[in-house]
């Protein structure tokens, strides 16, 4: 089959829209019509090839993905044609260590994508085209493994639930999964984009009572605060460690979180704990990133930990956040503060790092 997809072929460039191939589905894959992406920070990493990601290329972008299964293999048995479908990055084996001691997020089995030197799920004139994580979102469909798609209720939006695949996942599961956050506790987000929205969310619903949200752009005051913030520090005016400390009266905070993958931003946010407190650093850092930080700066008994993907099981945390989501606790609807289709993935991207959005959303016929 063939769709239109968004490639990536050279670092620091637009992406492309072109035509690609779409094999048929192995016997445990599903063929999806995308129905919305949403547009995650990690796409825009691997564009800006600054090291967190490979550069293999070309590769078609995007994981954040919902849509309607289309077509499956033979021996699946999870879904079937018909069926809604959210994409999830941490697609997993059920066999490996991690995934057999309750962390499949952390999967080493290595499902997500076909073996290198078997046929290409994804090719352009007989050549080989890279799937970002298993996913590729940014194409009119995608063909995973079945193992990295979770069925959902039909009646929700999918434009919505699509950012439940990785941002709000992300953030809210660092929150309610991996900080070990108790009701009552206080909380610092360092960075309010979807991520750090999202954790501000998750902190809400896990009964935080004060949330400091932290950016550099003051567009974010409002959005952290729809998300649940009780106060709001921009960084570009105030030195937020100081501010923190203020906003606590000296205490510091229970928790911190990092939320964009900047080094300023972890030691910052381990300079701003209470005694006993934990820094959950959710970003993603250059690999040769280096933390430095004055051995006074932290208080007694700190921890410092990272997030990965919310500590998820996603075809359990999912449909949870998205039963948060019926409720009217967890909202979605603010997080979309853009839409667009395909072709807009270039200016998707300005928008994301101009500060200007929580998340762009992009629907296909
Ligand atoms: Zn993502
Ligand atoms: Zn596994």
Redesign the pocket.
């Known amino acids: 089959m063939e769709a239109a997809a968004a490639v990536f072929r050279k670092v620091q460039a637009p992406l492309t829209i072109e035509p690609v191939e779409i094999d048929r589905p192995w016997p445990r894959e599903v063929l999806v019509r995308t129905v919305a992406t949403g547009v995650c920070h990690s796409d825009l990493h691997v564009v800006d090839g600054l090291g967190r990601f490979p550069l293999d290329r070309p590769m078609v972008l995007g994981h954040e993905g919902a849509g309607v299964v289309e077509a499956i293999g033979a021996e699946v048995t999870t879904v079937k044609p018909g069926d809604h479908v959210v994409a999830c990055l941490s697609g ?5 260590p ?2 057999l001691s309750g962390h ?1 997020n952390l ?3 290595g499902i997500v994508t076909r073996p290198d030197d078997a046929a290409p799920r994804l090719s352009q004139n007989g050549q080989p085209l890279r799937q970002f994580i298993g996913i590729s979102s940014y194409a009119e469909q995608m063909l995973l493994h079945e193992n990295s798609i979770v069925r959902i209720d039909p009646d929700l939006p999918l434009d919505k639930a699509a950012l439940v695949g990785c941002g709000v996942l992300t953030g809210v599961g660092a929150a309610l999964r991996s900080s070990g956050l108790e009701a009552g506790q206080t909380v610092a987000v360092f960075g309010c984009g979807g991520v750090g929205l999202s954790i501000i969310q998750g902190a809400r619903i896990g009964g935080a009572r004060q949330i400091i949200a932290i950016d550099q752009f003051e567009s974010k005051r409002e959005m952290a605060s729809r998300a649940g913030a009780t106060h709001f520090v921009n960084s570009a005016e105030d030195d937020p460690v100081k501010a923190v400390r203020a906003l606590t009266g000296g205490a510091g905070v229970d928790h911190a979180f990092e939320a964009v993958g900047l080094a300023k931003l972890v030691r910052q946010a381990i300079e701003s704990l209470a005694i006993r407190g934990t820094a959950t650093i959710v970003g993603v850092l250059p690999p040769d990133a280096t933390i430095e930080f004055p051995w006074m700066a932290i208080r007694p008994e700190c921890k410092v930990q990272t997030s990965r993907m919310g500590s998820n099981r996603f075809r359990y945390d999912i449909p949870l956040y998205l039963d948060f989501y019926r409720q009217g606790r967890l909202d979605l609807d603010g997080m979309v503060t853009k839409r667009g289709r395909l072709d807009d993935i270039n200016e998707a991207f300005r928008a994301m790092k101009a500060g200007e959005v929580a998340r762009t959303v992009l629907t296909f016929d």
């Open positions: 997993f084996c059920g066999s490996c991690q995934c499949p999967c080493t089995g």
